[in-house]
């Protein structure tokens, strides 16, 4: 029977914990169907900073409506991930409605939305938001506040976590950071705010007409608070993939062999899935494809050697060759959050340049880029394919390709501009040539 939600079918549902741990009925459920279903083709979708089960759904039927036209022949079968994240409310997602818009307060004030979404996400931090919310209602001019501010991000998002999410942190050592966490909860929390709140200015007056203005901090602390959250959900993200995810589709392949798996991932959800490669069982080779839209990790992730430190390699190098397929990341320059914001939020201590006349895409995103704004880098053999060639099938048969889809992902307004701009016709078509699915 049909989810009344969802635009296509066969469609199932894996949801999983802050730990990985899966539902595991939703997982027996998919592991029992899939081959009774006569599915060939499992495409694999993961969300990314998504505060709740109602917002993926809906993401995934609008994504993955496409397919049954443009693959009529294929036997096609669809999969959900929903895990434990959240986005702002006032970050816009284009052509879904946002309901509180009315009556959404000015930035740095946090809505009721996002005030809900923190508390589900951080349980038992209730004092720690109120503090959080409080700060960013009043605005004290006292540098000591901006640092009490930092103080309790810091906290609620737990920078050295306990339990298994430890071991998936920062990407530290493997992507070249000398240390386990960023500047942005190492240094001085108001000048961290102030850094925030010019790029920020720049991103809302990108002509340059408010540059005699003096942005206002507690924008900056607003913009700390969402990096540290994303900063969590990146941890989180990797956590799932690969404790959670992995072992899934190790479980299908023994389940249903003949079936193959197509994964996709927005956002975090593009590291959630690249790291389900990690978590592969020894021998499974079900993946057929890979497609990352918009990814926010690293864009040295896959690399061997790191340019700007040759002892050290991504946190996942030579994953990609646990594709029995090319794995295929889409990029657009149009996506600022990850363009300038990610790259200022992943700036590591070392480096403690401020971001007043730097060109962010070319600097500090040579070596804090994600690759969803250049793609991936330093992996020999890369391809790069345009977005039209790409559509008509010509991609690689195995290796990292990527794809420049600013074409199509190029609507959304400041701070986090086209970031989850994804679902295009042309996106679905792109994960089907991925595949070879017709």
């Known amino acids: 029977m049909a989810d009344p939600a969802m635009s296509v079918t066969p469609y199932w549902e894996l949801t999983f914990d802050a730990d990985g741990d899966p539902d595991t009925g939703r997982r027996d459920r998919l592991l029992a169907e899939v081959a009774g279903r006569g599915v060939r083709d499992l495409v694999v979708l993961s969300h990314g900073w998504n505060s709740d089960r109602s917002g993926a759904t809906r993401l995934y039927s609008r994504f993955f409506e496409p397919f049954p036209e443009l693959a009529p022949a294929a036997r096609l079968g669809y999969v959900g991930v929903v895990w434990p994240s959240m986005r702002f409310s006032d970050e816009p997602i284009p052509d879904f409605p946002r309901a509180v818009a009315a009556e959404m307060p000015p930035r740095p004030v946090l809505d009721k939305d996002t005030r809900h979404a923190l508390l589900e996400t951080f349980p038992g931090r209730a ?47 493997a992507e070249g950071v000398p240390q386990d966490e960023p500047e942005m909860f190492a240094g001085s929390a108001a000048a961290v705010c102030e850094e925030f709140a010019q790029a920020l200015a720049g991103l809302e007056s990108p002509d340059g007409a408010e540059a005699f203005t003096i942005p206002n901090p507690w924008d900056g602390a607003h913009e700390l608070l969402r990096q540290g959250t994303y900063y ?88 990609q060759n646990r594709v ?18 990610y790259p200022l939020a992943s700036r590591m201590a070392g480096d403690a340049r401020g971001v007043a006349g730097f060109d962010l895409g070319r600097t500090l995103g040579a070596k804090w880029g994600a690759m969803g704004y250049d793609g991936v880098q330093a992996v020999p053999g890369t391809s790069s394919v345009g977005l039209a060639d790409a559509l008509l099938g010509r991609l690689p048969a195995k290796g990292c390709v990527n794809v420049d889809a600013a074409p199509v992902v190029r609507r959304g307004g400041p701070p986090a501009g086209a970031h989850s701009d994804i679902c295009h016709r042309e996106l679905a078509r792109l994960v089907l040539a991925a595949g070879r699915i017709r």
Do not use: N
């Open 127 to 173: 004092t720690v938001i109120d503090q959080l919310a409080r700060l960013l209602d009043q605005q004290p001019r006292e540098e000591a506040e901006l640092e009490e501010f930092g103080r309790l991000v810091r906290l609620l998002v737990e920078v050295v976590p306990p339990g298994p999410q430890a071991l998936f942190g920062a990407d530290t050592l």
């Open 232 to 319: 969590a959900m990146k941890r989180r993200a990797g956590t799932v993939g690969e404790r959670g995810l992995g072992p899934v589709i190790g479980q299908l392949a023994k389940a249903a062999p003949g079936v193959r798996v197509h994964l996709v991932g927005h956002s975090f959800g593009g590291r959630l899935v690249s790291f389900a490669l990690r978590g592969l069982p020894e021998g499974v080779r079900s993946v057929k494809s890979v497609t990352l839209l918009q990814g926010a990790f690293s864009h040295y992730a896959f690399a061997t050697r790191l340019p700007h430190d040759t002892r050290a390699g991504g946190v996942l190098q030579g994953q």
């Open 324 to 341: 029995d397929g090319p794995l295929v990341c889409c990029f657009s320059r149009h996506d600022s959050a990850l363009g300038t914001l």
